[in-house]
C-alpha cells in the first residue's frame, strides 16, 4: 500500500456508513508541514467540521480554549481510539496511530466516528 501524504490545506472528510447508507461529508483542514501540526486548533474557540494532523500519533490541549474530540487513525485511516479532551491535558502516544482527527467536543459522535469507522479525505 502507498503512503498518502496531503498538502496544507482544505478538504472534505467523508465518514463512511454501512454498505448503502452513504457517507457523512464534513468540511476539513490538512496540517501536514511542521508549523501547521504544530499550531493545529490553537487560539481558536471554534472549528467548523474537523482538523488533520498527519502525520501524527498524539496531542495535547494546552494552551487551547475548547474542548475537543480526538480520533487516532492507523495508516489505511481506520479509527482506533476516539476521546474527549478538555484544554490543558495530554494525550498518551498510539503507537499504531499515523493521524490524528480533531474537532469540536461532541461532533464525532453526530458524524458516526467509531472504533473502527473508516474515514476518506478528498480534495476539495
Known sequence: M??????????????ERP???GGVRV???VASSYRARRKGLLGRDSVDGAMLLTPANSVHTFRM?????VAYLDRRL???A???????????PRPRARHVLEAEA??????GVRVGTRIAVEDE
Open 2 to 15: 502507498r503512503r498518502r501524504r496531503w498538502p496544507d490545506g482544505a478538504g472534505v472528510l467523508v465518514v
Open 19 to 21: 454498505a448503502g447508507a
Open 27 to 29: 468540511p476539513l483542514e
Open 65 to 69: 480554549r475548547m474542548a475537543i474530540d
Open 78 to 80: 481506520i479509527v482506533i
Open 82 to 92: 476516539v476521546r474527549t479532551m478538555r484544554p490543558g491535558r495530554l494525550g498518551l
Open 106 to 111: 461532541g461532533a464525532m459522535v453526530g458524524w
